[in-house]
């Protein structure tokens, strides 16, 4: 652990070595040879082989790292691959593990492989899963997922380990702790009734304005992942200097959030600004407008601070930031009356430490782990590039939000005694389902319908196993 968690924070090759002794691996680093026309067309000039393990039952796995230069999250990630799959086939290997790193101790782990169709003794593609690594993310996956599923013994554990569903399946546990947890310590305007049964309204209330919350909220993470919202508005540290009573109140979501969902998200660039709180009729032409920055009084800055505080960031002309509140009718509760705004303490966003909860109403643990929203986001790598089922980055993509939703939506409904999701019949259907159904449909019907099919089937496997 202690070895995987110093490879993170400050990679060497001289931390790769350490940490890939302690997997058993002969280690041995050699240049590469016979391989100017892999450093010619992709520009690389230092590639050197780490060692290799043989796998039980397997062939070897070997290792390599490759330098690169200014390497991020998005940089050239096909050549990366391209660059794996030319070396595989020089070694003729088919499992081998490619570090690509660069000086300023940023790294990209990346297992690929070919794969077989059927029963086909024939390879048809390749396949890679990937980390991406820096000293300036969390790496929690990174070194959680190497750590405690990875042993590089046999080919299923490494490939258990390279995999998205285990910490697709942790973040959303904890979400779905937080969210419950949430539930009766959150309070929004009761203006529509769900339900004639007062508790029954309540929690309807709060579990759909909870839902919405928790998908803006994360909708807004992929978009701080590609630099479109700025990290200090989720930084204690910073949040202390902007808000009043910072993590004593309810100031957070109310001046923050809410000005970031609907009058900034909301609201075009150069048509931004503030609801005037004059009075009525002097601020007439604000009237019932739910996308002008509110709550002043939240604030340690100024008027003119705020705004700069939200100047960069886009509008979003989608409809997920429109603002409920509607005809004297408060849903969001963004509003400067009080008894109209939305209550929802600092603490719930932000409580490093983990409490224990009570959740077995709702089916889950007794002894639940909870902690607070932005702590939680903050602990994920994310990751804006949606994955397929040969190249996947080992973070949460944009699929993440299907997952949440259709999910959340599956929480008991105490109007109808059942669960949403079972009530509409609506399942969320992972992406390699789909890929799945759609390639064997269309193998199918092809081999049907098209006589010389399978002979062109053959040849595009031939294809695919040659790239």
Known sequence: ??????????????????????????????????????????????????GYIRLKQEA????????IDNLTERTSKKK??????????????????????????????????????????????????????????????????????????DLNSIKQAFSVEPITKEFYNELQNWYYYAMDKVKFP??????????????????????????????????????????????????????KDFGRGNNYYNAILQNLFFATLNKPIEERGWAEDKGFPANKKDFGV??????EDKFLISKEEVLKLFLDIPFINGGLFDCLDKDKVYIDGFSRNEKKQAKISDELFFSSTEKTADLSNYGLSKYAKVRGLIDILNSYNFTTD?????????ALDPELLGKVFENLLASYNPETQTTARKATGSYYTPREIVDYMVEESLREYLKTNVPEAQEILDDCSLILWKS
Not at 4 to 12: E, R
Not at 14 to 19: A, G, R, T
Not at 137 to 146: D, E, S
Not at 386 to 394: K, S
Request: glycine fraction near 2%; charged fraction near 30%.
């Open 1 to 50: 652990m202690d070895k995987l968690l110093t490879l993170a924070n400050d990679f060497s090759i001289e931390n790769l070595e350490n940490y890939l002794l302690d997997q058993k691996f002969t280690v041995d680093v050699s240049p590469v040879y016979d391989i100017q026309d892999i450093e010619e067309k992709y520009n690389v000039s230092d590639i050197k082989e780490i």
């Open 60 to 67: 070897d796995l070997v290792v390599f790292a490759i330098k």
């Open 80 to 153: 990366q691959f391209d660059i794996a799959k030319k070396l595989l086939e020089k070694y003729q290997k088919f499992y081998g593990l490619f570090v690509f790193y660069d000086d300023n101790k940023n790294f990209r782990l990346s297992f690929v492989f070919k794969t077989t169709h059927g029963t086909k003794a024939k390879y048809s593609h390749y396949k890679r899963f990937t980390f991406y690594v820096s000293p300036n993310l969390p790496n929690k996956t990174f070194i959680n997922q190497l750590n405690k599923d990875c042993k590089f013994t």
């Open 190 to 243: 009761d203006d529509y009734k769900y339900s004639n049964d007062p508790e029954k309204d309540k929690e309807i209330r709060n579990a759909q304005s909870l839902i919405r919350l928790l998908t803006r909220l994360i909708f807004i993470w992929f978009l701080k992942q590609k630099g479109l919202v700025p990290s200090n508005l989720f930084n204690e540290k910073e949040l202390k200097k902007i808000i």
């Open 290 to 295: 739910k996308s002008l920055y509110r709550y």
């Open 386 to 394: 949606e994955a397929t089922p040969i190249d996947q980055e080992i």
